[in-house]
């Protein structure tokens, strides 16, 4: 698996960064769909797209 040769904290935080990447595609950038789902308050999931450097606008473009 990706994460099995990263400290405990890295493997983590890409897991989470890849969770919520995930979650924006498939509410296509849209931030409250995502936080309903995700069950976290708005503020926190702009920290956290922040942090992992998540580009949100660009979910909410359909892939052609």
């Known amino acids: 698996e990706k994460f099995m040769n ?4 890295e ?3 890409l897991f989470e960064a890849e969770i919520i990447s995930n ?3 498939k ?5 409250d769909a995502a ?3 995700l069950g ?3 503020t ?4 956290k797209v922040k942090r992992y450097g998540i580009n949100s606008k660009q979910m909410s473009q359909k892939e052609d």
Do not use: D, H, N
């Not at 990263?6 to 904290?9: A, N, Q, S």
């Open 6 to 9: 990263l400290p405990l904290k």
């Open 11 to 13: 493997s983590i935080s």
């Open 23 to 25: 979650v924006l595609k």
């Open 27 to 31: 509410t296509e950038g849209k931030i």
């Open 35 to 37: 936080c309903e789902q």
């Open 40 to 42: 976290l308050a708005k």
């Open 44 to 47: 926190t999931l702009y920290e």
